[in-house]
């Protein structure tokens, strides 16, 4: 009854067109379960970021799968895959493409453009925070515009674009902190944790024994698009989005919403795009597991990996272990029961 209540709020093709998404993340996470043993959780959210159309920073120590993981989720896309390795002499140019002088008939030359890694759907920028801030800015432009400038050319970004970076989260020399306004364009952090001890004898089990099975294309870009405005129709209660709001504006010290333990352990708190992932991550959490309609789950289910990146603690919270996991939960737990 409560199924047919909320299938009522949208067009029958677009109740089809879920139903069908459903099934479509069922293959995947089958698909991706033939190479990736566990990261349950890592594969929901990268996900969530793909039909969302959002981009992803992946924290784990090497060793992790998170490049196999990214490019077997392009393969089973049927989505273009570049890999971009980021070190301290990266330019700009490295990434974006540069004029090449090229010889023509007739003895003539002219500049041709050599498109860079960047133009691919599903674009890997392994340990990003290596690269000097002018690569990390053009890095920012095709993140943000969806294009790239070079010698005051604009060139537009195929779509599907999506930026999966990756971080290690403890060697830290030789590295560019990301500027704040670059990790607010990531929609999600995600943490890349270590497996359980079954998890990983089944790792080394398979990757010591024969060769990796080729995995099956579920969708293409085109598809993949039509999934993404999709999402974007899933119908929200008007009292969720007051709760993303809500949570957002509390994470601010200086704001009177924000609870009085909370100013000693943050410095800066989360904007306004915040709220807009909470919603939109909902949106894709919920169409994902074929809901009709958004509820507080999904919302509670993508706050911790959109929040992590966007607030910043104090020394004291550093110092007492309180990480941004523990403030997202506490607020969580205060909204609820409000």
């Not at 504006?249 to 795009?273: I, N, Q």
């Not at 020394?315 to 969580?332: C, H, I, M, P």
């Amino acid at each position: 009854m409560v199924e047919s209540t909320q299938a009522g709020l949208l067009p029958k093709d677009d109740v089809e067109a879920i139903d069908e998404l459903r099934l479509v993340y069922k293959k995947l996470n089958d698909e991706l379960g033939k190479i990736i043993v566990g990261q349950h959780e890592v594969i929901e959210q990268l996900a969530i970021c793909i039909f969302a159309r959002g981009h992803a920073l992946l924290i784990g120590v090497p060793g992790l799968a998170k490049t196999l993981l990214i490019s077997r989720l392009a393969e089973t896309l049927s989505l273009s895959f570049s890999r971009i390795q980021f070190t301290p002499d990266l330019m700009p140019m490295d990434i974006t493409g540069t004029d090449i002088l090229q010889e023509l008939p007739g003895g003539k030359r002219a500049f041709e453009f050599a498109k860079g890694p960047v133009f691919a759907n599903v674009v890997l920028a392994d340990e990003i925070n290596r690269a000097p801030s002018k690569t990390q800015a053009a890095m920012l432009e095709a993140m943000q515009e969806h294009r790239v400038t070079i010698a005051g050319r604009t060139y537009t970004l195929d779509a599907p674009f999506f930026v999966l970076a990756t971080q290690n989260p403890i060697e830290q020399e030789g590295t560019y902190p990301l500027p704040e306004a670059q990790l607010d364009r990531f929609m999600f952090m995600i943490g890349v944790d270590y497996p359980s001890r079954d998890e990983e004898i089944a790792i080394v089990r398979s990757t010591t024994g024969m060769t990796l099975p080729r995995l099956s294309h579920i969708i293409d870009g085109d598809r993949l698009i039509a999934f993404q405005d999709l999402v974007r129709r899933v119908p929200v209660p008007d009292h969720l989005y007051e709760f993303a709001v809500d949570l957002t504006r509390k994470t601010r010290p200086g704001h009177k919403e924000s609870p009085g333990w909370l100013k000693p352990l943050v410095s800066w708190g989360a904007g306004p795009r915040a709220a807009q992932y909470l919603i939109l991550g909902a949106k894709a959490r919920a169409a994902l597991h074929g809901s009709y309609v958004v509820r507080l789950e999904d919302i509670v289910s993508v706050a911790d990996p959109v929040m992590r990146h966007r607030l910043v603690t104090t020394f004291t919270a550093q110092s007492e272990g309180v990480t941004t996991r523990d403030l997202t939960k506490r607020l969580l737990d205060e909204l609820n029961k409000a």
